[in-house]
């Protein structure tokens, strides 16, 4: 994984794939604590991270990096 301004890149499997998040270095600091092992649940957008649930600030909403970027949901 790596981060550079508001977009994440993950490997998924084989694949590497491109997503913004507002919040990434959060997300890369994180991730250095714990490990980069992950749940990316890809029909709602969500990167869960390996700490989670112990820590609920460990989900991440995720949007297409090659797509204009829309307001987070509530």
């Given at each position: 994984m790596g981060a550079v301004d508001d977009?994440?890149?993950?490997?998924?499997?084989?694949?590497?794939?491109?997503?913004?998040?507002?919040?990434?270095?959060?997300?890369a600091a994180l991730v250095r604590?714990?490990?980069?092992e992950a749940f990316l649940h890809t029909r709602l957008g969500?990167?869960?991270?390996?700490?989670?649930?112990?820590?609920?600030?460990?989900v991440f909403s995720?949007?297409?990096a090659d797509q204009p970027p829309v307001p987070c949901r509530d």
């Open positions: 977009v994440v890149t993950l490997a998924v499997g084989d694949e590497l794939q491109r997503h913004r998040n507002h919040d990434t270095g959060r997300m604590e714990d490990g980069p969500l990167l869960f991270l390996r700490s989670w649930p112990r820590d609920a600030g460990s995720l949007q297409p």
